[in-house]
């Protein structure tokens, strides 16, 4: 693989861009504060109140029979949401709150699952004031986390949007929290059977790609669309918003 071609793959869910000055910026596209602290990732993942909500929630998720949620999930889906951004050339700072946003989205399931990305959303504005960030900067991710659920949710700036796109590519097998195999329900089936997934954005085709596989021993392609397709319909949007083309591939078989 080239040196291009790997710039143009973000982190695969088995495992500085160029800042514009603050007048420059888009709607929704935040430069470093020039007031207030610089709020970082580490800082936030090691906050005794985030580890103890995020191991909360998956407890209680796991308990519901629901697949992982923990912190492998949290940092997975911050981590895609920044190189999602990154690759695409937005702000440094903002590829950085869209790290943070996904790393807290789901805290919320901690106080109970229905309604969970507008209490994650209250619960982080809490969090991240109290660790000195600024409100505007509260506020994207607020709103980006308060929008990440395909019940109500919608990509409104870029932080919402690299949420919503790596929260639904993380499908695979290691979220599987459910020990026997016999009292899989489909979600587990259709998670257990994704072997691998994987964002990759092209930025100079304008293309953002979630690429699966699935081992049809456990689960068909069709289970797939049946359970998730609320949710391709979410990451499409979200890919539309920055600017980009949605494209699904399945098993080296592209979908859209």
């Known amino acids: 693989m080239s040196v291009s071609e790997k710039k143009a793959v973000t982190a695969p869910v088995e495992s500085a861009s160029k800042g514009l000055p603050a007048k420059e910026a888009a709607p929704g596209v935040t430069a470093v504060q020039e007031t207030g602290n610089v709020v970082t990732i580490e800082e936030v993942r090691r906050d005794p109140e985030v580890v103890a909500f995020i191991q909360q929630a998956n407890a ?9 949620h923990g912190q492998r999930h949290a940092g997975l889906v911050g981590h895609i949401a920044a ?7 937005y702000p440094e700072r903002t590829h950085q709150l869209a790290e943070i946003a996904g790393y807290l989205h789901d805290i919320g399931n901690c106080i109970h699952r229905q309604a969970h990305a507008q209490s994650s959303s209250l619960m982080a504005w809490r969090i991240l004031s109290r660790l ?19 019940e109500r949710g919608t990509a409104t700036t870029p932080v919402s949007a690299a949420l919503i796109i790596a929260d639904k590519a993380d499908v695979h097998r290691s979220r599987v929290q459910n020990p026997t195999m016999a009292e899989f329900d489909i979600h587990d089936r259709v998670n257990y059977a994704t072997t691998r997934s994987f964002v990759r954005v092209r930025p100079e085709e304008k293309v953002v790609a979630l690429e699966l596989e699935i081992d049809t021993n456990y689960a068909q392609v069709i289970e797939y669309f049946e359970i998730f397709l609320d949710r391709m319909t979410m990451v499409r949007q979200a890919i539309t918003f920055l600017g980009c083309e949605f494209q699904l591939i399945i098993n080296d078989t592209r979908f859209s």
Do not use: K, Q
């Open 60 to 68: 209680s998720l796991f308990a519901l029979g629901f697949t992982e």
């Open 83 to 89: 190189n999602v951004l990154e690759r695409l050339d």
């Open 132 to 150: 000195g960030m600024p409100p505007d900067e509260c506020a994207l991710i607020m709103n980006a986390i308060g929008n990440h659920e395909e």
